[in-house]
């Protein structure tokens, strides 16, 4: 049974809505957004204001139907955070998006002079973290992962915030897919998909909420066999409330994978592109791409924020938390006696 800290607990209820589900906007893309700018102006590195203003809007916009909004340290925050209403929850990124590709495994890091006392210190209401992770790796490449991955947990309880974890597979040199976007693989096998939940799973590594891609490529998710089997494996091996990333899928793919990911218990989901991609495409016309934002964009987290209402497992309900679920303990005047400081 896992019982919460105060920290913790706190930062878990703000994530959430009054219902103890996550509606959660990522607008900590980097490369995802950086990437389509810079190119149209055929430019190595994207504009500063162009890559902020839009972070800005999507925050502007997207905000009042999201229980939280994941914001990075480079754009996001000193730009956008003006904009978020302290009713909202805040998610922090810690994870550079530059990763060291050895051809056998990737390997992360923490954004430069950012770390998880900085987010706490700032007022982050949980730290979000994205580690690659193939378990037929290089084992040197496994080892830096986990030993990065526990460091974090670690520093996540000491400063009593919740660690929001994502898990990625990703391409090794010997796979005929290659890509080194922010993107699903097509390829990617159910088995290293529900291996990583399970390695990352374990106590040694202080997850307080996982991050999880579909077990099954987006675009097959509604023609494959058994695909709901591998969705409740992937709750049973979770271990915790979790919530469905979107990975770049399609608006209607995304819809189905949350509907096999609420039927196996998980509490919501922390998605970017599959909500504000289309409107995204307009760029360099803020108008439309304002228009899209309000418009379609709104419409389809209308539409999965309901979906979540009805069939979404609030997350101090999970089982892991035994009978009556998350509570603050203890609940009497001796709290202040065991619980540590910094």
């Not at 919460?4 to 103890?20: E, I, Y």
């Not at 987010?119 to 037929?136: E, F, Q, S, T």
């Not at 995204?280 to 934002?293: A, C, K, N, R, S």
């Not at 089982?319 to 540590?340: I, V």
Request: one cysteine or more; a negative charge.
């Amino acid at each position: 049974m896992i019982i919460l800290s105060p920290g913790k607990l706190w930062g878990m209820r703000r994530m959430a809505d009054a219902s103890g589900l996550f509606k959660m906007t990522a607008v900590d893309q980097r490369p995802p957004i950086k990437g389509p700018i810079a190119q149209h102006y055929g430019t190595a590195e994207a504009p500063f204001e162009d890559v902020a203003r839009f972070k800005a809007l999507l925050v502007e916009t997207l905000q009042e139907a999201s229980s939280a909004m994941l914001l990075d340290p480079h754009y996001a925050i000193p730009v956008g955070l003006k904009h978020l209403s302290p009713t909202k929850g805040l998610i922090v990124t810690l994870e550079n998006s530059l990763f060291e590709e050895t051809g056998n495994g990737r390997k992360s890091s923490e954004i430069d002079d950012w770390s998880v006392a900085k987010i706490k210190r700032m007022g982050g209401d949980a730290v979000k973290v994205l580690a690659w992770y193939r378990p037929d790796a290089d084992a040197a490449v496994l080892q830096h992962q986990k030993d990065w991955t526990k460091r974090i947990g670690a520093a996540c309880a000491k400063y009593d915030i919740p660690f929001l974890f994502e898990l990625l597979v990703h391409p090794l040199d010997s796979d005929a897919e290659q890509t080194s976007e922010y993107v699903e693989m097509n390829t990617k096998r159910a088995g290293d998909v529900l291996a990583s939940v399970e390695e990352f799973a374990k106590p040694d590594y202080g997850v307080d909420v996982f991050k999880l891609e579909s077990p099954v490529p987006a675009k097959d998710v509604a023609n494959t066999d058994g695909v709901q089997d591998l969705f409740d494996e992937m709750g049973r091996l979770s271990g915790r409330p979790w919530v469905m990333l979107s990975a770049g899928a399609g608006k209607p793919e995304f819809h189905t994978i949350l509907e096999h990911a609420y039927a196996a218990g998980a509490s919501g989901f922390l998605a970017g592109r599959a909500i504000w991609l289309d409107a995204f495409q307009m760029f360099p016309d803020w108008d439309d791409i304002e228009v899209g934002l309000r418009g379609d964009s709104s419409s389809y987290m209308a539409e999965i924020s309901a979906l979540t209402d009805a069939k979404a497992t609030p997350w101090d309900q999970h089982t892991c938390f035994g009978e009556g679920g998350a509570q603050f303990t203890p609940a009497d005047a001796s709290f202040r006696h065991g619980y540590d400081g910094f």
